[in-house]
């Protein structure tokens, strides 16, 4: 059974400062996806980034990036020029494909309390 | 587009009691997928639905059901309500079709169950 483990409750950051938040994950698998989702105090979750496993590649998105590690299974996620509405719950999932599709569920992690100080 | 939809998106219910929660996907998404989120547990996989059929399904008791219309629309049905169900039920879509970003999940704003 695939695992994801975030082991970083609460962090906080300043204004326009950087910060990487940890995540680590175990499976057997080969094909996978990787995300990191954002869910601010209004609770709606948003899909901040993804990886496909398959690339090597580190994906980016305007100030977020990540750290793809896939020997060490570990995908950590980089905010750069914190923004006060970065403040959120930070929860990494993993999604496993079988047989050229979505196996349809995300595996999360306990996800990290981020807050960005004026 | 319209986003994901949740109704209601507050329930108050006591012990012993049945609830029904809907699920609205984005138009054009074939599969749903149900979460629960508690503070203690996380967010925990319900079940996805793809075309009417449950396609997966979490390590939750049978009390926990669902189903999908032809339209795409799900519902989740939990029978005899226990106080430990209270939680954040989350829904969300996807396109599940061939193709990389067909993975993504789009998540509503969730339903907050309150089992007294």
């Known amino acids: 059974a695939q695992t994801v483990t975030q082991s970083q409750p609460e962090m906080s950051v300043q204004e326009a400062e950087t910060v990487t938040l940890s995540c680590t994950y175990d499976t057997s698998e080969n094909n996978y996806y990787l995300f990191w989702y954002k869910q601010p105090p209004s609770r709606q979750m948003i899909l901040v980034i993804r990886?496909?496993?398959?690339?090597?590649q580190n994906a980016t998105e305007n100030r977020f990036s990540v750290n793809f590690q896939k020997a060490a299974k570990s995908f950590s996620l980089k905010i750069s020029d914190s923004q006060l509405g970065d403040t959120a719950m930070y929860f990494c999932a993993f999604m496993s494909l079988n047989y050229g599709g979505s196996q349809g569920n995300l595996i999360f992690g306990k996800g990290t309390k981020l807050s960005v100080k004026p | 587009k319209a986003g994901v939809t949740q109704t209601p998106r507050y329930l108050i219910k006591t012990r012993g009691q049945q609830v029904t929660l809907s699920c609205s996907p984005i138009?054009?998404?074939?599969?749903v997928s149900w979460y629960q989120q508690t503070p203690g547990q996380g967010l925990q996989f319900l079940f996805e639905?793809?075309?009417?059929?449950?396609?997966n399904k979490g390590n939750f008791p049978g009390r926990f059901s669902g189903r999908q219309f032809s339209n795409s629309r799900s519902e989740m049905n939990v029978s005899t309500l226990e106080l430990g169900d209270s939680a954040l039920y989350l829904c969300?879509?996807?396109?599940?079709?061939?193709?990389?970003?067909?993975?993504?999940?789009?998540f509503g704003p969730g339903t907050r169950l309150t089992v007294l």
């Open positions: 990886q496909e496993a398959y690339k090597q």
């Open positions: 969300a879509s996807s396109l599940a079709s061939s193709g990389h970003h067909s993975n993504e999940q789009f």
């Open positions: 639905y793809f075309s009417e059929t449950q396609r």
């Open positions: 138009s054009g998404h074939r599969s």
